[in-house]
C-alpha cells in the first residue's frame, strides 16, 4: 500500500535529517523539504508525525537559507494546526520542538516575529 510506504519513507527521513547524518545536506538539496512540508497536513496521524519530526530534526542547527525555507513552506495556520489542533500529542511534541528550533538566536526570534 502506498500509505504504507509513505510512512516508512517518512519515518527513515527523520534520522537522516539529524545534524550529524552524512546525507543531511544532499537531502535539502534535492529538495526533502518540499517533499515534507505538504505531509504535516496528511489525514495520516503517523505521516504527520514523521514530518514534523523531520522538519524538526532538519530546523536544529540548521543554516539561516533552510530556516527560511521552512518558514517559507509551512503556513502559520499549518503550524498552529501542528502545535495546538493536531489530536495526537506527539505530534504537538514535535511541532513545540521546531519552534523551539526556530527560536534559537536573535535572528530566529525575528525570523519567527516576522512569519
Same mark, same amino acid.
Given at each position: +500500500?502506498?500509505? %504504507?510506504?509513505?510512512?516508512?519513507? @517518512?519515518?527513515?527521513? +527523520?534520522?537522516?535529517?539529524?545534524?550529524?547524518?552524512?546525507? /543531511?545536506?544532499?537531502?535539502?538539496? @534535492?529538495?526533502?523539504?518540499?517533499?515534507?512540508?505538504?505531509?504535516?497536513?496528511?489525514?495520516?496521524?503517523?505521516? /504527520?508525525?514523521?514530518?514534523? *519530526?523531520?522538519?524538526?530534526? %532538519?530546523?536544529?542547527?540548521?543554516?539561516?537559507?533552510?530556516? =527560511?525555507?521552512?518558514?517559507?513552506?509551512?503556513? *502559520?495556520?499549518?503550524? /498552529?494546526?501542528?502545535?495546538?489542533?493536531?489530536?495526537?500529542?506527539?505530534? =504537538?511534541? =514535535?511541532?513545540?520542538?521546531?519552534?523551539?528550533? *526556530? $527560536?534559537?538566536?536573535?535572528?530566529?526570534?525575528?525570523?519567527?516575529? $516576522?512569519?
Amino acid at each position: +500500500c502506498a500509505a %504504507v510506504l509513505q510512512v516508512a519513507a @517518512a519515518g527513515a527521513v +527523520c534520522n537522516l535529517l539529524l545534524g550529524f547524518s552524512s546525507v /543531511r545536506q544532499p537531502l535539502i538539496k @534535492a529538495g526533502v523539504l518540499q517533499a515534507l512540508l505538504p505531509l504535516t497536513a496528511s489525514m495520516l496521524p503517523e505521516l /504527520r508525525l514523521y514530518a514534523a *519530526w523531520a522538519l524538526k530534526n %532538519v530546523s536544529h542547527e540548521a543554516e539561516p537559507e533552510v530556516q =527560511q525555507q521552512l518558514l517559507a513552506g509551512l503556513s *502559520w495556520l499549518g503550524f /498552529r494546526a501542528l502545535l495546538v489542533g493536531d489530536d495526537d500529542v506527539s505530534v =504537538q511534541e =514535535q511541532a513545540a520542538g521546531l519552534l523551539q528550533n *526556530w $527560536c534559537k538566536g536573535s535572528a530566529g526570534v525575528e525570523q519567527v516575529g $516576522c512569519w
